[in-house]
């Protein structure tokens, strides 16, 4: 009997600072109309107080999630951490988390893959369900993009904003969960999408920080092109090779980076606006906590048996499709 990993639950947590395009307009040469039309984001979320890093959003996920899927703790086996954004460089935030919520019979670590963490660190975490060795994993995405964000820098801190969201994972033998998946990297990216310094190579000092190097860089328009070819190209794949047509999919899950992309991507697909998930205006780019947030925002929406089909792209460049058969009624699961 084949073993397939299914999202069986969901959690999620963002802060409550919203920071609205009228209030950047306060702070950088921009305007509300520039930043709906170029992007569709109206406001973010942001979390603020000293020593809050990624992981206190993680937590407050995962306890959501736990809570909703009357969860102890002590079952889980394995919890991954999707973040770019780590609390500090180690010990991984994933740990923290765990220990946050009292996860302490599991191993955990933390991946990065930018933008595109979440969608791979979930097809790792169902491979040690479809392996049959783990029973119930959590993937939780979490970034807090403010640690990062120039508030100078016109053309990035309109895009970005913090949150948090996790999912469950457990066997399931009737053919529900990730059923496919093409997960992919182009390391020669790595030039239009980085952060300078803090790492290895240029850990920091007074000179990078003068610099401004500890700051997301992006070329915007380069970053675009390669998004809209390779998340369309990629959940194409994914749908073709799964003889599923566009009636077939009940929802694409797109990473919100800017709804342009997002747009771009529905259209090659073949897939109307009413089956997108979107949550780029509420909460602008979450990073790592953007395909989970989606997936928590429509929760009462989703059917069992839906055909869902996950994309993303990111710095690296990396990108992703993920095709997953949702495994319960969410209309049945009390929001708490
Ligand atoms: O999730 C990780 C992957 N990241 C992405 O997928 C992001 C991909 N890139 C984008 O979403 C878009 O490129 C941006 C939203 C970042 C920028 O939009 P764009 O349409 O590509 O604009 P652009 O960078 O080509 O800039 C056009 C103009 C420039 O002015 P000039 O040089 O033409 O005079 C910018 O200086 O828009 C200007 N501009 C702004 N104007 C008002 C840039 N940011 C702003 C701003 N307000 N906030």
Redesign the pocket.
């Known amino acids: 009997m084949k073993i397939t990993a299914a999202i069986t639950g969901l959690g999620a947590y963002v802060p409550d600072y919203v920071l609205t395009n009228a209030e950047l307009e306060k702070m ?4 509300n109309e ?2 709906l039309s ?2 569709g984001i109206s406001e973010r979320r942001i979390l603020k107080g000293e020593n809050q890093g990624s992981s206190v959003m993680g937590i407050r996920a995962v306890q959501n999630l736990l809570d909703k899927t009357g969860t102890r703790p002590e079952e889980v086996e394995l919890l991954i951490c999707a973040t770019t954004t780590p609390d500090m460089l180690f010990p991984a935030t994933a740990n923290i988390i765990s220990n946050g919520v009292g996860i302490a019979n599991a191993f955990s670590f933390d991946m990065n893959a ?2 595109s963490t979440f969608l791979f660190a979930l097809a790792t975490g169902a491979q040690f369900i479809q392996a049959g060795t783990h029973k119930k994993v959590i993937v939780v995405g979490a970034d807090k993009m403010s640690a990062i964000v120039d508030y100078t820098d ?2 990035n801190c ?2 970005f904003g913090d949150g948090a969201a996790a999912v469950l994972l457990e066997p399931n033998t009737e053919g529900y969960g990730v059923l496919d998946q093409v997960l992919r990297t182009d390391g020669s990216g790595e030039a239009y ?1 980085h952060q300078k310094a803090g790492g290895s190579r240029r850990p920091p000092t007074h000179e990078t920080i003068d610099h401004k190097e500890h700051y997301i860089y ?1 070329e ?2 380069t ?2 092109k390669f ?1 809209v070819k390779s998340m369309a190209d990629v959940a194409a794949q994914v749908m073709e090779r799964n003889h599923l047509t566009n009636d077939d999919v009940a929802w694409l899950v797109p ?1 919100q ?2 709804k342009r ?1 997002i747009d771009a991507t529905a259209n090659r697909m073949g897939v109307g606006p009413e089956k997108v998930m979107l949550n780029i205006t509420r909460y602008g ?1 979450t ?1 790592n906590g953007t395909i989970p947030l989606c997936l928590a925002d429509y929760e009462s929406q989703l059917r069992r048996g839906d055909n869902l089909i996950l994309a993303a ?3 690296g460049f990396t990108w992703g499709s993920i095709y997953l058969k949702w495994a319960y009624d969410g209309d049945k699961v009390a929001a708490k």
Do not use: K, P
């Open positions: 950088v040469d921009t305007t520039w930043i170029r992007t930018a933008c016109r053309a309109i895009l999408l992006q915007g328009a970053v675009f998004a990473h980076a800017n992309i780019n990073t792209f990111g710095g």
